[in-house]
Structures are given as C-alpha cells and as structure tokens.
C-alpha cells in the first residue's frame, strides 16, 4: 500500500489491485490508517501527516453504493493537507449520516486522538442533508445538518455551538470577524530567519528591542533582546500597543494560551501570533478582558481540535466595540443566550 504516500500516487495502489480491469464494489466498509510518520534529516520523527482521506477517496472512487469509514474527526475543521478533501466532503452532500465522537477514547480506550473520532455512510445516490449525531462524554444529540452551512473551510461539529452561533448572527448579521485582528504565521519574521534564535542577546544594548520567545530551558526566561533593525516584516508594530497569544499549545488544550499586553518596543519570534496593534494600552486591556471569556474560549474550539492555533481558528469569534471592556455578562445578555446555553458554554471552558 505505498501508493498511498503521496495523494497523486494513490492511484497506483489501486491499479495494481484491479490489474487493468474495470472494477467497481456495491458496499466499502474500513478503518483505514489515520497517519505517516516523517522522519527528518537526521532520522527522528519531526511530524504525522494525515493519509486517512487518501484511502476514503480511493474507496468513494471504486464503490457504486454505500462507503462507510471511520475516520479522525479533525478534517472537518483543519489538518495538514485535508483542504481539498474537507472541500469535497461538505459539498457532495451524499454523506447520509454521521456518528461523531468528541473524544476519540470513548471508542479507543487508552488512545489519544486529538480532535476525535467519527464514523459515517456516504452514498453517491443520496443527495441530501446528512442525520448527524455528536457525542461529547455525557450528552448525545442528533440532528439533520447542512455540512456547508458555514462554508467549506470548516464544519461546526457542536449543534449547540451552530445555534449559538446563529443567535450571534441573528443579533449581527454577517458580523466581523475577530480574526481580521490576529496576524498570519510568524508576523515579525524577515525572510530569512524565522524564529531569529541565533540573532538573540541576552541583555539589551542601545538598538535592541524586547523579543518574546518560547524556550524549553526555563533560564532563558519568556523573552531576549534583538537589534530592530533585524525585524523587517511588520516593522511598523515595534512600536505599537499590541497583544500576543501563543500558536500552539498542549494538544489536548482546545484553548489557546494566556494572552498579553506587549507595549511600544517589542517582537516576538514563530511561537506567537500578534492581535492588533491598537491605539493604547487601555484599547489592549479592553481586548484581553474579551479573549478571556468563556464564550470567547468556546467559539474558538469549535475550531482548535488540535495543538495548532493559526489565525483561522478565530473565524467564528464575532468583533466587539473595544472602548470598553467585556465579560461573559455582557456577552450573554448581547446574543440573549439562555441558561442552559451558558451552562453549557461554561461546562466546555472551565
């Protein structure tokens, strides 16, 4: 099954499997390998890519009837390679039901999987909505979903996180995003060096600026000093009123890490990303006391299944008006979310 190792290959395995003949199965049922381990240069592993979708495509292309797989979750909502194929399923309509688990150790016990786990029936000859059940650890619920509802790039996998959503969007209709704020990957990076390690000082000098930098060796602290004159991208943010909100965090954590306030004079290297920059640092206090509610918290992991906390993960995270601050009073009473909607929320977030 080496095909498999590159999505243009895939074709091969399939060819050496029929030898030429035209071949076609009324049913596909599997659980095909969810991943490929890719060593670096120098021999250790440096990261999993997804191949699950390969073998699901393989199965959709020679199946007259139904395929039924079960799959990690996590193509509904991001995953190293899985745009196309995340487009292709929520668009096709023929997926007739879906049985998606939260956690995927209420199928695998003593296995962790980020982003769960689901099983589903797809059938060319069905072209309708897709009868969708969600599981978290208590609760299931079942209800007949339009998978691209919000689109292609990402399925709300919550059906109280989808009506949530729709009050957000009742109350403001095609709301801004809070992901307009948040900066792309690496946003002070200048071309050449992308976490700027080896350009670090120790102690500042009379050109040098506060960089924030992640490092596994607790002595090196939260930050070191860098010449400015090094930062090329977004040169202009040096010196402005900002925040910073780590990239990537646990891999069980659906949330992203503590935000701060980073004034006039700092950068940061890869490991975070910049919302802002604003006008002052009130406008900042203002912002951190949003990204530090519940229902903040809980839109974005209808998004973040996994360790990575790129920039789109905010895309369901409606703006406010930051002359002021918020708290999860505010924002309830704002989308007239009931009380069991927030007990949910606040069952998700603490």
């Not at 003949?21 to 999993?48: H, R």
Request: proline share 4%; hydrophobic share 35%.
């Amino acid at each position: 099954m080496s095909g498999y190792r590159l999505g243009k290959q895939s074709a091969v395995v399939l060819q050496r499997f029929k030898k030429g003949l035209t071949m076609k199965f009324d049913f596909c049922i599997g659980n095909p390998p969810y991943q490929e381990l890719v060593a670096n240069n120098s021999g250790s592993i440096s990261q999993a890519n997804p191949v699950y979708h390969y073998f699901v495509q393989q199965a959709i292309s020679i199946t007259t009837g139904s395929v039924c797989m079960i799959t990690p979750s996590l193509w509904m909502t991001s995953g190293t390679g899985l745009d196309e194929f995340r487009n292709f399923m929520l668009t096709k309509n023929h997926i007739s039901f879906m049985c998606d688990f939260e956690n995927a150790s209420d199928v695998f016990p003593n296995i962790s999987l980020a982003g769960g786990v689901s099983y589903f029936i797809y059938d060319d000859r069905v072209t309708a909505a897709t009868k969708y059940t969600y599981i978290d650890s208590i609760n299931a619920e079942t209800s007949v979903r339009d998978m691209a509802k919000h689109g292609t790039s990402f399925f709300i996998r919550d059906p109280k996180a989808d009506k949530i959503l729709e009050k957000i969007g009742a109350y403001e209709p095609n709301f801004e995003s809070f992901m307009g704020v948040v900066s792309t990957y690496s946003p002070f990076a200048n071309g050449k060096v992308g976490n700027y390690k080896q350009l670090f000082k120790s102690s500042p000098d009379k050109n040098s600026i506060k960089i924030y930098r992640f490092s596994r060796n607790k002595e090196d602290g939260k930050y070191a000093y860098i010449n400015r004159n090094e930062i090329i991208s977004h040169a202009d943010w040096i010196d402005k009123h900002k925040i910073m909100v780590s990239k990537a965090g646990e891999i069980s954590a659906r949330f992203n890490g503590l935000p701060f306030y980073a004034g006039p004079g700092t950068a940061c290297n890869e490991t975070y990303l910049v919302v802002g920059p604003f006008k002052d640092k009130k406008t900042c206090e203002n912002v951190l006391s949003y990204m530090n509610t519940n229902l903040y918290k809980y839109l974005i992991s209808q998004i973040k299944k996994s360790q990575n906390a790129a920039r789109n993960v905010y895309k369901f995270v409606p703006m406010q008006d930051f002359s002021t601050s918020w708290s999860d009073k505010d924002l309830y009473k704002k989308y007239k979310l009931t009380e069991e909607e927030i007990a949910y929320i606040e069952s998700k977030t603490n």
